[in-house]
Each structure stands twice: as C-alpha cells, then as structure tokens.
C-alpha cells in the first residue's frame, strides 16, 4: 500500500500541470451537467462526452506543444506572431473572462449550497427556514478564502492545493460509480451515437463541450508549462502530462454521469438540482455514499474557483509580458472583482439547475476562435522548427474546429429554445 501511495504522488508531481487545467474543466457546472443528464438519459449520451474528451486531449497536445517549443504564451504569442494579434488578443481575453465569471458564479452559487446541505445534515436544529442567508455566508466565506490563498501563495502552491482537490474529486467520484454500477451493455450502449428525444438534449450536448473543451484550459497551458519549467526536452513529459489530463476528464466525467444513471435514471427520478442526488443516494447506500459525493462535489467547487478567479490578471499579464505573475496589485484587484461577480448568483438567490447547466454552453462560443488562433501559431515553421504539427495532427485539428462549430450552433439554437 506504501509503496502504490509513493506511486500516485509520483505521478502527480509529473502532471501537475495537467491537474492544474483540470481544474478548469470539471467544477459544480460539469457535475451538475452530468448528473442531469444521466438522471434523464442514463448513459446514452456517453459518446458526446468520449469525442470531447478525444479533441481535449488534441488541444492540450497543440497548445502544450506550442509552449516548450517556442518557449512563448498563447495571449503573448497571438499579440505579437499573428497578423491583427492585439484585436485578436483582446477579443480572445474578453471572452474567456466573461464566459468563465458566467460560469464562476453558479459554481459558487452550487458549491455554497452544497455546504449548506452538509450543515443541515450534521446540525439537526439548524433552520431551513434560513437556507439564503446561510448560502450567501458561505458563498461570502468561499470566495474569501480564495482571494485570500491567492494573494499569499504562489504557483508551487496553487498546484499543490490543486492537485489535492483533484485527487479527492476524482476517487471520490470514480467510487460513487460503483455504488450502483448500470449493466456493462447499458454502459457500452452509450458510446453508440444517438440524440435523445428531448428539446434539452441538445442543450446538454453543448453543455458537454463547453465543460470538457474548456477553452481555458488550452489557453492557460503554455504560461503553466513555462512556470513549471518545462522547455523543449521536455516534450515526451508534456505529451503525457496532456494525455493523463484528458483522459482523468474523460473518467472523472463518466463516473459522474454512470452514478447518477444507476442511481437515478433506473428509478425514474429527474432531478431538480444536483443536491437532489445527496438525498437520493442515503437510503441507496448510507452516509457514507453521501460523503463521497459530496467530498466529489465540493473539491470539484474549489478546484475551479481557484483557477478561474486568478483567469483575469493571468491573461492580462500573459499579455503583457508573457508571464504568470501573481501577488500584484493588478492581481489582487482583479481576483477581488472575480469575487464579487461570483457572488450574484447566491446574491440574487438559487437558480435551477438548467440555468446551472445553460452557462456551461456560453463556454463553447469562444473554443472555435481558441482553436483557429492556435492552429495559426503552431503552423509557423520560424516559431515551431522540427516540432511544427504534420498532417495527421493538422486534421485532427481541423476536425475538432469543426466539431466545436457545430456544437456552438447546436448551443446557440438550444438557448434560443430555452429562453
């Protein structure tokens, strides 16, 4: 047993940057997104979530490769290699910080609402008549604590915190899977590519690839990998630091969606907000499934406030200078800002799961520009040498702008039908 502990920890010196990004990818939003669809589809829409996970791992390879080999950021390289950089710069960083606050506050939102749940199971007088206040206290606590580890640690630490957080997400996920495991057949049956008979199918399908192709991630990647130190020699290292991390999105995501259709989608029941599930899954299997789940929920909460409340002063900086900086003023104000707009949600009261879900799909808008600026970059024989991309990777490439079109017109048809 010591010695396969020795083994995980190695490992997850080894991708830390990996785990960093996966931070980005899975939060409340996707977990909320999966357990949705699996209470109302069971596992049939597996395969949306196997394709996205297959072009996560093509551009974390293209964005990672790009980053050891020119030794440059992907805002730094898109100001100043491509023709019109600093429009495409600046349209870039918009839309990732807008797309991402969007999605910081129903993760907030959830997560808050989630430790309140905790509370009201374990404090038996607690009132929940007094269920807003106690949420926005602990949104207002969440946050804080945050902002306030930002402003103290560094990178070295922020991987750390990370790669904790990710590891009791997945565990905790990957065995909240087994507690009620649907029939191999149901589960294989899954990867065959079918729509659901439902007007918010495709809403979920959007949903998918907005969370598992988070456009952060990719973008974030070269600054993590210049941080961590990583250059040219290490281009075998990056290849399975990108092939670990999106593979763990792909099983971490599966897992949630394969408990949540044995659990629920066998019994019939449609959830209304992910928290539904906690108490669906006590009389099931006992606290003990329920402290799993929620141990999988909150790490996922935290392990995406933190990256994406430091995504602003990141992508400014990168912009800048080409380099992760933190502990500045520019760092601390804009962390603060991200904060504050986390909180409107808990401010304004508990949303439905499907407007939890719906901010998922804003994140899709940006990927397509996220995958045609990078394809530009990593192109550039001067910039890229004997690492440029051949043809093989240049389709796979091709193929996933292709994908992340249709699926945003897919999100953009969907949200017109919802709203």
Not at 289 to 307: D, E, K, R
Request: overall charge positive; charged content about 10%; hydrophobic content about 55%.
């Amino acid at each position: 047993m010591k010695n396969v502990l020795k083994t995980i920890l190695r490992w997850i010196a080894l991708v830390g940057p990996g785990l960093f990004c996966l931070g980005f990818t899975i939060g409340t939003g996707s977990v909320t997104s999966m357990v949705k669809s699996g209470s109302q589809y069971g596992t049939s829409l597996l395969w949306v979530l196997a394709i996205s996970a297959f072009f996560t791992w093509v551009m974390t390879e293209a964005y990672g490769r790009y980053g050891i080999a020119s030794g440059d950021t992907a805002i730094h390289g898109v100001k100043t290699r491509l023709r019109g950089g600093k429009l495409w710069a600046v349209i870039l960083i918009c839309g990732l910080v807008v797309s991402q606050w969007i999605s910081l506050s129903s993760i907030l939102n959830i997560t808050s609402n989630a430790v309140s749940e905790v509370l009201y199971l374990c404090i038996p007088g607690l009132s929940p008549a007094a269920g807003y206040w106690i949420v926005l206290a602990m949104a207002i606590i969440i946050a804080g604590t945050v902002w306030t580890v930002l402003n103290r640690g560094n990178y070295g630490s922020f991987e750390k915190i990370l790669s904790l957080l990710v590891t009791l997400m997945g565990l905790s996920f990957i065995l909240s899977m087994f507690i009620e495991l649907p029939p191999a057949g149901t589960i294989a049956r899954g990867f065959v590519p079918s729509i659901p008979d439902s007007p918010d199918a495709r809403l979920f399908i959007a949903a998918f690839v907005g969370t598992t192709m988070s456009s952060p991630t990719f973008v974030i990647r070269p600054m993590i990998l210049k941080s961590k130190g990583w250059g040219r020699s290490d281009g075998a290292l990056q290849r399975r630091d990108a092939i670990v991390s999106a593979g763990l999105t792909f099983i971490i995501s599966a897992s949630i969606m394969i408990c949540a259709a044995g659990v629920l989608f066998t019994r019939g029941i449609k959830v209304e907000k992910v928290l539904d599930m906690i108490y669906v899954l006590q009389p099931v299997a006992g606290r003990f499934a329920v402290a799993l789940f929620v141990t999988g929920l909150l790490s996922a909460g935290l392990s995406s406030i933190f990256p994406i409340m430091m995504l602003a002063p990141e992508l400014i900086s990168d912009y800048r200078e080409g380099e992760m900086q933190t502990g500045t003023p520019l760092f601390k104000g804009l962390t603060a800002l991200a904060a504050l707009v986390g909180l409107t949600i808990p401010i304004l009261g508990a949303q439905p799961v499907i407007t939890q879900v719906a901010s998922q799909v804003t994140l899709v808008f940006v990927l397509p520009l996220v995958i045609v600026l990078m394809m530009a970059l990593i192109n550039k024989k001067e910039v890229m040498g004997a690492s440029r991309p051949g043809l093989v990777f240049n389709i796979l490439m091709g193929l996933a702008l292709l994908f992340a079109c249709i699926v945003s017109y897919t999100g953009v048809v969907a949200l017109g039908n919802l709203f």
